[in-house]
């Protein structure tokens, strides 16, 4: 086995973090250029001075505090949330920096601080295997007790997928699902495939069975990805997603039928790492598959923005990937 030394961890640190601050600049590129134009239009229009200016910069404070949050959690291997709460108060704090400067050249103020941060866990497959637990069980509870999910993402392979058998009812097929559930109310989110044309098919049903919404298909796909929050199926919207609504907190999240599908996920679920795990079939360690770790949910921001004309303050949440 290949051994990796000091000076290959250093460079792959100084590559990621490279990356981190590219996104960050972009960030703040696109900030600038949306505040200009938001301004010159509102000039234009007579509002008032700087109005746009705040709307502008409160969007771009949700952007940049999203991706601060997401390398939170992706570049994790935190043994506490306090570790993880620093590096993401340290970026907002220099996200926030930097914007000062730049909007104190235009005779304004503008300042962003976290106030809130609420824990979450992690939970993650990054090897490419059945959606099975840790013990190969097919049906098992993947999070319990949860009072919100955000950025699900399964990646499915086409070919590995349970069929769509005509002449069978939808709900006896063996397929793999995903099933949300509070107690009273069922969501139950299937993902099949046609193994002749490498067709990849999402049905939404109710606890009964009934089909609710439209089902989502796309074609010849060999690998696809499903937006479980986000409502895409391979990047295509699929309002069939957009059940979260329905759900009262907190909601049991399990797999059904593991053995029908191959691939990858990931996801996030609001509740604390040391109230999570009592009845779930996961690695405790990252590597294995399916794992979980620590990680940041959600977080409140207030956001300040000042000219001559206006003083606007606001708390924004962020939480990303949370279906809206």
Known sequence: MAHVNRDDRRGQLMIVMSLVLAVMLVAMALYLNTAIFTENLATRKGDIAGAGGAASYKFAVVDGAS??????????????????????????????????????????????SVSEIHEGVRINQSENRSFTNESDVEDWTLADGVDGVR????????????????????????????TFDDGSTVRELQVYGNHSTDNVHVTVLDGAGNKLGTSCTVTNREYATVNVTGATLAGQDCEAMEFFDD????????????????????????????????????HYAVGDSPYYTRALYSADLEVTYRTARIDYVTVVQIAPGEQE
């Open 67 to 112: 991706s601060a949050m997401t390398y939170a959690n992706y570049n994790n291997n935190s043994s506490s949330y306090q570790d993880l709460e620093d590096r993401f108060e340290a970026d907002v704090a220099n996200w926030s920096d930097a914007t000062r400067r730049l909007e104190s050249a235009r005779a304004r103020s503008a300042n962003v």
């Open 151 to 178: 950025n699900f993402r399964m990646n499915v392979t086409a070919d590995e997928l349970g069929d769509s058998w005509p002449g069978n009812a939808p709900h006896d097929d063996p397929r793999f699902s995903v």
């Open 247 to 282: 759900l009262s907190r907190p909601y049991d999240v399990y797999y059904r039928n593991g053995s029908y599908n191959v691939g990858t996920y990931e996801l996030v679920v609001n509740q604390s790492y040391g109230t999570f795990g009592a009845n779930v079939g996961h």
